[in-house]
């Protein structure tokens, strides 16, 4: 049984016409297909579930990384939880879990590259 399913992917990239190149063929190929392409962003979509390119802005250039899903209210609070029990650093711990809103319900978290995560109740 699925716990939950990815609703986007926002990676942060160093050279984002390099990024498109590489996986836009891909992304075509596994049926996902563009849409609100940006000078500083490009979109893939399949279902409901989106892929999001970004250009990083230059101050951010010098990390190999710098940031870039879905359950129930009571997921993202046991993820919270677990990923404390973990020693992760929640982000925007001041505002959890409405951080990204008074209408998302979510968790903000890094990965040791520093890849941001989001998991957001539906």
């Known amino acids: 049984m699925s716990k939950g399913f990815l609703h986007h992917i926002e990676l942060y990239v160093s050279n984002l016409k390099r990024s498109i190149d590489f996986w836009g063929w891909f992304l ?6 563009s849409f609100q392409e940006q000078e500083s962003r490009r979109n893939w979509r399949l279902g409901e579930m989106y892929m ?6 230059t101050r ?16 993202v ?24 809103g008074k209408d998302h319900y979510a968790v903000y978290f890094e990965d040791p590259d520093r890849m941001k995560v989001e998991l957001v109740a539906p």
């Open 77 to 100: 609070d046991e993820i919270a939880r677990k990923l404390r029990g973990r020693g992760v650093t929640i982000l925007y711990a001041d505002k959890h879990p409405f951080a990204g």
């Open 52 to 57: 999001v390119f970004v250009q990083a802005e």
């Open 60 to 75: 951010f250039l010098d990390s190999p990384y710098h940031r870039g899903s879905g359950s129930v209210r009571q997921q």
């Open 28 to 33: 075509d190929e596994m049926g996902y297909e």
